[in-house]
């Protein structure tokens, strides 16, 4: 799994922030993002960041697993290519003389252009 460049915050969160001082939102912040970024657990003294980082956590790791099985599905999706098109496509072409295909083939393009400009 490549790094992640970013983190989902949600809006469920807010009722819980919007209690704590300036100061303990910077400290939540700050353990957020070391979370997210290294799976680093923060060391908190007072007991209300503790419980408040609690329930972020659980959401990180629910957002990693998924990031996780998305990249594993996108990497087995990239490594089969377009085999599958490619050789029923051989297959259908195979027994067409040179003319045949230039003309299969734009005929193909024009069809192509069609539908991206409908």
């Given at each position: 799994m490549k790094n992640k460049k970013s983190?989902?915050?949600?809006?469920?969160?807010?009722?819980?922030?919007?209690?704590?001082?300036?100061?303990?939102?910077?400290?939540?912040?700050?353990?957020?993002?070391?979370?997210?970024?290294?799976?680093?657990?923060?060391?908190?003294?007072?007991?209300?960041?503790?419980?408040v980082f609690g329930f972020m956590k659980s959401a990180f790791d629910r957002d990693r697993e998924v990031y996780k099985e998305r990249c594993k599905k996108n990497a087995e999706n990239g490594s089969k290519g377009g085999k599958k098109k490619s050789e029923n496509l051989t297959k259908k072409l195979s027994h067409l003389t040179e003319n045949d295909l230039q003309y299969v083939t734009t005929s193909m393009l024009c069809e192509e252009l069609r539908q991206r400009n409908a």
């Open positions: 983190f989902l915050v949600y809006f469920d969160w807010y009722e819980p922030l919007s209690v704590l001082s300036d100061a303990q939102l910077g400290e939540i912040t700050r353990a957020m993002f070391c979370y997210a970024k290294n799976q680093t657990e923060p060391e908190f003294s007072d007991p209300s960041l503790k419980m």
